[in-house]
C-alpha cells in the first residue's frame, strides 16, 4: 500500500486507488503518515485536529476517528493492525517509503548530492522526485486541520519542491542538450522573486538560447524588485552570472544559436 500526500490525499496498490471520503480520518491518517513509524501523541493529535475549538470528549472523538481509520486501512489491505496504540499515542505501521512525501525527500537529497559532480545522474533523480508530485501537498489535511503542525509541514515540502525543481533545471543547463522551459522558469522566477537562484538559472537558460539581452534585463528586473520590495541588493552569485553573461565568458560555454550559426 501507498499513501499519498502530494496532492489529494489517497491511498493506492498497485493500480487501484482510494479516496477518504472523511475530512477528519483524512488528517488523522496524514498526521500519522508524516511521521511513519513514529508515535504521534494524543494531545498532538487533538492539538492538530480541533487546536483551540476545545471540544467536549475530544479522547473519545479521537478514538472514534482512529476507529474508523483502522477500518478504512483494513478494507485496503486486510489488516486491521496497521494503526497501533503505543503509550500515549498511535503509531502507523508502515515503512517510510510507503509514503510518497517521504520518497520524495529521498529522492531530492539524493539528486541535489549528485548534482554537482555528477549532473547527468542527477536529473532522472530529481524527475523521478518531481514526477511523485499531483497537486499542493497535504492538501486536504491543510484544509481540515485547526493546528499548524499541518500547515508547517506542507510549507517545508512546497520549499523542498522549489529547490529539487532548481536542481533539476541546474542539472538540465550543465548536460545542455536538455532543453529548458524559459516560459516556465520565467513564470517560477515571477512567482518567487525572493528566490534568487531562479533568476540566476533564469538568466543562463536565455544565454545559452543565444539571448544575452534578454538575459542581462532579467538580472536589471530582479534587482529592481529586490531593492524597492527588500531594500537588498542581489546577492553575490547573481552578480557573478550576470557579469559572466555580460564579459560572455567561456565558462559558460557557446550560447546554442551562436554556436549553431559558427558552425554554418
Not at 497537486?135 to 522549489?162: F, K, T, W, Y
Not at 522551459?181 to 533568476?199: D, K, V, Y
Not at 539571448?211 to 530582479?222: K, P, S, Y
Request: contains cysteine; glycine residues 8%.
Amino acid at each position: 500500500m501507498e499513501i499519498l500526500l502530494l496532492g489529494s490525499l489517497s491511498l493506492s496498490v498497485g493500480n487501484r486507488r482510494w479516496a477518504v471520503a472523511s475530512k477528519r480520518v483524512g488528517a488523522v491518517l496524514t498526521l500519522l503518515a508524516a511521521a511513519p513509524g513514529s508515535v504521534v501523541t494524543f494531545d498532538r493529535l487533538i492539538d492538530e485536529l480541533w487546536a483551540e475549538q476545545r471540544i467536549a470528549n475530544a479522547r473519545n472523538a479521537l478514538q472514534a476517528n482512529i476507529g474508523r481509520l483502522r477500518k478504512l486501512l483494513q478494507s485496503v489491505t486486510g489488516s486491521d493492525e496497521l494503526v497501533r496504540t503505543v503509550g500515549h499515542g498511535y503509531l502507523l505501521d508502515v515503512p517510510a517509503e510507503a509514503v510518497d512525501a517521504h520518497r520524495f525527500l529521498v529522492l531530492a537529497e539524493t539528486g541535489a548530492e549528485l548534482l554537482g559532480h555528477h549532473p547527468a545522474e542527477a536529473l532522472p533523480v530529481l524527475e523521478r522526485a518531481l514526477g511523485l508530485w499531483r497537486g499542493p501537498a497535504l492538501q486536504d489535511a491543510v484544509n481540515s486541520c485547526e493546528g499548524m503542525r499541518c500547515r508547517i509541514q506542507a510549507a517545508h515540502l512546497e520549499e523542498r519542491r522549489l529547490t529539487a525543481y532548481e536542481d533539476l533545471t541546474e542539472a538540465k543547463l550543465a548536460l545542455r542538450h536538455n532543453r529548458v522551459s524559459i516560459a516556465g522558469l520565467r513564470e517560477a522566477a515571477a512567482e518567487h522573486p525572493e528566490r534568487e537562484r531562479l533568476s540566476e538559472l533564469l538568466m543562463l537558460a536565455l544565454y545559452q538560447e543565444g539571448r544575452q539581452t534578454e538575459a542581462l534585463d532579467v538580472f536589471h528586473g530582479a534587482r529592481r524588485r529586490l531593492v524597492s520590495d527588500l531594500g537588498l541588493e542581489p546577492g553575490r552569485a547573481m552578480h557573478r552570472v550576470y557579469q559572466a553573461i555580460l564579459e560572455q565568458d567561456e565558462v559558460l560555454g557557446e550560447p546554442r544559436r551562436a554556436l549553431g550559426a559558427r558552425i554554418a
